[in-house]
């Protein structure tokens, strides 16, 4: 089975500071998409960004940018100035065939003040 | 634009009952894929439907069902429900089957058998 593993249940980080949560994955194909969502307690996943595997660049959304190291199968997500409103649960997730998403078990991350 | 519905978003059913949930997907998606989150098993994949066609199925017993509809609306059915088939139900819209499209979530059904 192809697996998505996040190590790290919790993290937790200071408000301003950066953070890193990581990501290892499974698979044997060469191009695919890999994501990370965020789950407020609103319950709702939200796209926080996305990297395709043959893109050699990471990529960044604001405060939001990715370690990707194709060869190792690993996708951190780093987080930089932390915000309160970024306290959620993290998810890594690749795609499989078509729209269908295989999910790390979460991250939990805590932003103190 | 409106975003990914869901209803109801609160279901109490008891064990041996069935289950309908909807999920209307953003206007102009066609892809509806559906998960379940549960604390033990995390997120899991059910199924994906596209143009009223199932293209995907997770690996979950007959019981699940889904169909969508010619509006892209889509429902999901529990038949003979279980203690264990407590979770929290997600739908998510695609613009279309293919892999690299963005999926919108909605904000999911939390179903309690009891």
């Known amino acids: 089975a192809q697996t998505v593993t996040q190590s790290q249940p919790e993290m937790s980080v200071q408000e301003a500071e950066t953070v890193t949560l990581s990501c290892t994955y499974d698979t044997s194909e060469s191009d695919y998409y890999l994501f990370w969502y965020k789950q407020p307690p609103s319950r709702q996943m939200i796209l926080v960004i996305r990297?395709?595997?043959?893109?050699?660049q990471n990529a960044t959304e604001n405060r939001f940018s990715v370690n990707f190291q194709k060869a190792a199968k690993s996708f951190s997500l780093k987080i930089s100035d932390s915000q309160l409103g970024d306290a959620a649960m993290y998810f890594c997730?690749?795609?499989?065939?078509?729209?269908?998403?295989?999910f790390g078990g979460g991250t939990r991350l805590m932003v103190k003040p | 634009k409106a975003g990914v519905t869901q209803t109801p978003r609160y279901l109490i059913k008891t064990r041996g009952q069935q289950v309908t949930l909807s999920c209307s997907p953003i206007?102009?998606?066609?892809?509806v894929s559906w998960y379940q989150q549960t604390p033990g098993q995390g997120l899991q994949f059910l199924f994906e439907y596209f143009s009223e066609t199932q293209r995907n199925k997770g690996n979950f017993p007959g019981r699940f069902s889904g169909r969508q509809f010619s509006n892209s609306r889509s429902e999901m059915n529990v038949s003979t429900l279980e203690l264990g088939d407590s979770a929290l139900y997600l739908c998510?819209?695609?613009?279309?089957?293919?892999?690299?499209?963005?999926?919108?979530f909605g904000q999911g059904t939390r179903l309690t058998v009891v």
């Open positions: 206007s102009g998606h066609r892809s």
């Open positions: 997730a690749r795609n499989n065939a078509g729209n269908m998403l295989t």
């Open positions: 998510a819209s695609s613009l279309a089957h293919r892999w690299s499209t963005e999926a919108f």
């Open positions: 990297q395709e595997a043959y893109k050699q």
